[in-house]
């Protein structure tokens, strides 16, 4: 069993920074994928940025030139640190790992384990 703890959310002005941590603990290392969502309910969550096992990185298109993924393998934790902030970007962020999936970049339906959420605003 996964469990994984995000902070690091918070309310921001458009143009400002964050990073977003998620503390793992358990198996991850036999994780295919590691990887961020973020949703704005009603909608679907979306994945916005992933590591798979061989260490390749990943983006969505709206997200690649301001968010940055990375992971600290002795601190077992995954981070996402994002900059420009926009309005957009307002979300609950998802930390997920998933122990079977080859695309790490696809659905909330490729991830088995997730952490409860951080939420992010950003106000223009």
């Known amino acids: 069993q996964v469990q994984l703890v995000e902070s690091g959310g918070g309310s921001v002005q458009a143009g400002g920074s964050l990073r977003l941590s998620c503390e793992a603990s358990?198996?991850?290392?036999?994780?295919?994928?590691l990887g961020w969502f973020r949703q704005v309910p009603p909608e679907e969550r979306e994945a916005v940025a992933a590591?798979?096992?061989?260490?390749?990185?990943m983006y969505a298109d709206s997200v690649k030139g301001r968010f940055t993924i990375s992971k600290d393998n002795a601190k077992d934790t995954l981070y996402l640190q994002i900059n420009s902030l926009k309005p957009d970007d307002t979300a609950d962020y998802y930390c997920a790992a998933s122990d079977w999936s080859t695309n790490c970049l696809g659905s909330k339906y490729e991830y088995n384990f997730w952490g409860q959420g951080t939420q992010v605003t950003v106000s223009s």
């Open positions: 358990g198996y991850t290392y036999t994780m295919n994928c």
């Open positions: 590591i798979d096992s061989l260490g390749r990185i």
